[in-house]
């Protein structure tokens, strides 16, 4: 019996040591990151090998839908809105999957990146997107499969699908253009109202150009066509650092009265404390 326990523990401890020996991944994940005129691009999938099989039309078959890779289905995600023939794909992630044939590619982007393969039961309101592509052959073999990011451009990319003798592209659009238009308008118009009033309250806090942090105030609450009650209490504070308490008083009672409207108890009572500070209650 005693022979039988030590011969036990030693097949466990043999099998524990083993659990934790790495072996490598027949399909190995794979992360790419890409920056497409401004937008990023990341794109995970696992790549298997053909091993000497036949992959398209026999491991994936025609007509029916591929994972389009190995393991969790292929994810790709986008940080702005992109279109892909001719329809929009939100920022976000999707899971892509194909339907390979003899000589184009179904392609469907699917909001649901959480399937182990293809889904169990597919769901058409999941279908952000879908289009075809031809397919074209290569003049030699490709071991492992591959996706790439090619034909960058400012405003678009091209994914490509590689394996065995076939590839496939898929091009996307980036919204460059526009965010860089936007930003230039947006730059050329000036500084915004929330500028000017956070530069103001920093020259106050920090004791800085007081002359520079009344003109910013004072651009600041010319542009705010109903100021909120905390902005109008730095205000006053402002007011009464360089030495105009008429003005911090009146803009104090203003910040007083919102504030009681909004039912922020804090700043009435702050507002209350600094009017019978000046002199004002």
Sequence with gaps: MKKFTVLAFALTLMFSINAQIATPQPSPYTKIEQKVGLTDVTLEYSRPGMR?????????????????????????????????????????SYAIFVTPNESNWDVVFYTDTENWGTPAKWDAAKVAAKTTVATMKLPMMVETFTITFDNLSNNSAEI????????????????????????????????????YYASAVYFMNEDKDMVKAEKWMDKAMNMIKEPAYWQLRQQSLLFAKIGKKKQAVETAKKSLEGAKKAGNADYVKMNMNSLKEWGAM
Excluded: C, H
């Design 52 to 92: 000497e099989r036949t992959i398209f039309g026999d491991l994936v078959p025609y007509g029916k839908m591929w994972r389009t890779g190995a393991n969790k289905n292929t994810m790709i995600s986008f940080s702005d809105d992109v279109v892909v023939d001719g329809q929009t794909l939100k920022a976000g």
């Design 160 to 195: 490509g699908f590689i394996w065995a003798d076939t590839m496939a592209n898929i091009k996307f659009e980036v919204p460059t253009d526009a965010s860089v238009l936007k930003a230039i308008k947006k730059t050329m118009a000036g500084p915004t109202a929330n500028d």
